[in-house]
T-cell receptor, first 113, second 112 residues
Framework: SAVISQKPSRDICQRGTSLTIQCQVD?????MFWYRQQPGQSLTLIAT?????????ESGFVIDKFPISRPNLTFSTLTVSNMSPEDSSIYLC??????????FGEGSWLTVV | SQQGEEDPQALSIQEGENATMNCSYK?????LQWYRQNSGRGLVHLIL?????REKHSGRLRVTLDTSKKSSSLLITASRAADTASYFC????????????FGKGTKLSVKP
């Protein structure tokens, strides 16, 4: 079974709306990471989500646009707020397991129209 | 900014041939990982090589790491059409706690 379950897998969203992506892990992990992959591009880290504290955002990403929740050690959500066509991307969560192997969810493919 | 840079950006070979992809990075690392991404799919972890390792094998995959040159290579031997995908290297920089910096990727096409 998958280490990470991520949903939705795909969605088509209207401009100006917000969408929340969920990431469920099969065991407790300290850190969860959210990435964006724009069409034809590589992955860029959005933020690191630590349970019990605010997420740490990378340069170019802000909490108002990408609010993150981390209510427990197996779950996190990323919201893409006030979407525009430029937000059309794949959004992926990842976790690091003992042994340093990092696992990714299948990704959430968002198209903003 | 992205740390890893892969070359070539795109590679097209015939089934049965070997495919070599290279990756360079900029800062000290704990380890380097290679991932595959099939079109329309998520990332699949292929192999992890630690900073104190020089070579690692997994099936038809061979990864090398040269920390003095800050570079790594991924060799896929006897390629198959099913190997067609994008391949990314990612570094887990020293001091990080699991966040990765990805290269731009190599798009591999294996023709039957």
């Amino acid at each position: 079974s998958a280490v990470i379950s991520q949903k939705p897998s795909r969605d088509i969203c209207q401009r100006g709306t917000s969408l929340t992506i969920q990431c469920q892990v099969d065991s407790q992990v300290t850190m969860m990471f959210w990435y964006r992959q724009q069409p034809g591009q590589s992955l860029t880290l959005i933020a690191t989500a630590n349970q019990g504290s605010e997420a740490t955002y990378e340069s170019g990403f802000v909490i108002d646009k990408f609010p993150i929740s981390r209510p427990n050690l197996t779950f996190s959500t990323l919201t893409v707020s006030n979407m525009s066509p430029e937000d059309s991307s794949i959004y992926l969560c990842s976790v690091q397991k003992p042994g340093n192997t990092i696992y990714f969810g299948e990704g959430s493919w968002l198209t903003v129209v | 900014s992205q740390q890893g840079e892969e070359d070539p950006q795109a590679l097209s070979i015939q089934e049965g041939e070997n495919a070599t992809m290279n990756c360079s990075y900029k800062t000290s690392i704990n380890n380097l990982q290679w991932y595959r991404q099939n079109s329309g799919r998520g990332l699949v972890h292929l192999i992890l090589i630690r900073s104190n390792e020089r070579e690692k094998h997994s099936g038809r995959l061979r990864v090398t790491l040269d920390t003095s040159k800050k570079s790594s290579s991924l060799l896929i031997t006897a390629s198959r059409a099913a190997d067609t995908a994008s391949y990314f290297c990612a570094t887990d920089a020293r001091g990080s706690q699991g966040n990765l910096i990805f290269g731009k990727g190599t798009k591999l096409s294996v023709k039957p």
